[in-house]
């Protein structure tokens, strides 16, 4: 029999902001207990993945760091693949750095070979002017992700997408993007899982990022309902998920095209 495995979101299909979604830690302790191999993917790169497993813990769910894949390790790995011995200056907080000094990638605030940008609540007019100035005299631009703002009252921390587009706009760079639903992340998880494109199920709450990212490579989709997907929108869309479900609770395996 062929190997299948879960790339899982986490925000919008296991919990929604600091609250468990109601079935998603029997869910996960069924995997756990059938042993189905299973990574939950994050798009934050300013989070490690001990502050994953940290947070999970909190809500119920036992997992390990082996569980989590970010865009953090998948934008150190690209850059260990593609720019060996490079140099990056990195606007960002947390998991991006540590993921980047693992994999022995130097940083530097001086004619860097990349700009890499992340995640992170220190951002300042000056560290974006310094940005813009070093790749206007030739960093490549990257971004983790590039995740919109929550555009909610009262939160303190922008999107990468409004971070980027600062940037963007002020060097006339377009920064390369490394998260989801870039083929680049999920190539990289898919790696990391050891699993080709036709051994690997997508379950994820966002149309733009978890199930055009798995259309993307072939893998197959689920999208959860308990996020921000509304199946009455899912008609706009030209592409579709091979199944859609209120909440992972209802995900029955083995799946049908296991």
């Excluded at 798009?43 to 813990?57: G, H, M, P, T």
């Excluded at 980027?164 to 920064?175: D, K, L, N, T």
Aim: contains cysteine; neutral net charge; charged residues 25%.
């Amino acid at each position: 029999m062929k190997k299948h495995g879960l790339m899982i979101d986490m925000d919008g299909v296991i919990y929604a902001g600091e609250e468990l979604i109601k079935g998603a830690d029997v869910f996960v302790k069924r995997l756990l207990k059938d042993k189905i191999p299973f990574t939950f993917l994050s798009n934050n790169s300013s989070k490690s993945r001990a502050d994953a497993v940290e947070k999970l813990a909190k809500l119920g769910i036992k997992v390990t760091e082996k569980h989590i894949y970010t865009s953090a390790m998948a934008t150190a790995t690209f850059l260990t693949e593609h720019y060996p011995d490079c140099i990056v200056h990195v606007l960002c907080e947390g998991g991006l750095l540590k993921s980047l000094k693992n994999a022995g990638i130097r940083s530097a605030d001086k004619k860097p070979d990349l700009v890499i940008l992340g995640e992170g609540q220190e951002f300042s007019l000056e560290k974006v002017h310094k940005a813009v100035d070093m790749i206007l005299a030739g960093a490549r631009f990257i971004a983790t992700n590039r995740d919109p703002s929550p555009r909610r009252e009262g939160w303190n921390n922008l999107g990468i997408a409004a971070t980027a587009a600062m940037i963007e706009e002020a060097s006339g760079r377009e920064p390369f993007v490394i998260g989801k639903p870039s083929p680049v992340m999920m190539r990289s998880a898919a790696a990391y899982m050891g699993l080709k494109p036709e051994e690997v199920t997508v379950i994820g709450d966002t149309m733009e990022t978890d199930i055009i990212g798995g259309i993307y490579m072939g893998f197959k989709t689920i999208l959860v309902l308990s996020g921000i997907a509304d199946k009455e929108q899912l008609i706009k869309y030209g592409y579709r998920p091979h199944l859609v479900v209120d909440s992972v609770d209802e995900i029955e395996f083995p799946l049908k095209w296991w």
